[in-house]
Nanobody, 117 residues
Framework: QVQVVESGGGLVQPGGSLRLSCAAS????????MSWYRQAPGKERELVAA???????NYADFVKGRFTISRANAKNTVYLQMNSLKPEDTAVYYC???????????WGQGTQVTVSS
């Protein structure tokens, strides 16, 4: 069993910043990748950013240059630094981890990010 817990969401004004955190624990031999997704009301869940072992990253076009994903491997923790936030970034942000060996995906419960003046 794997537990995935996100934190750091909230209400922020346009142009502001937030930092999300995600910690995975449980029966984990390895994780690759650790990713952030988001889902806005009435829309499908979409990939925001992913970080792979070795440091390779992948970003959605709509966050390039504004968001940065980073990872503390020893702690199975991933962060998402979000700068220059826009109202269209409003969504529930989910952390996803792919556990190596089992090949199973695990999701967190999500954290709400609201960008509004």
């Amino acid at each position: 069993q794997v537990q995935v817990v996100e934190s750091g969401g909230g209400l922020v004004q346009p142009g502001g910043s937030l930092r999300l955190s995600c910690a995975a624990s449980g029966s984990i031999f390895g994780i690759n990748p650790m990713s952030w997704y988001r889902q806005a009301p009435g829309k499908e869940r979409e990939l925001v950013a992913a970080m792979y072992n070795g440091g390779h990253t992948n970003y959605a076009d709509f966050v390039k240059g504004r968001f940065t994903i980073s990872r503390a491997n020893a702690k199975n923790t991933v962060y998402l630094q979000m700068n220059s936030l826009k109202p269209e970034d409003t969504a529930v942000y989910y952390c996803n981890v792919l556990v190596t060996g089992s090949g199973r995906n695990w999701w967190g419960q999500g954290t709400q990010v609201t960008v509004s003046s």
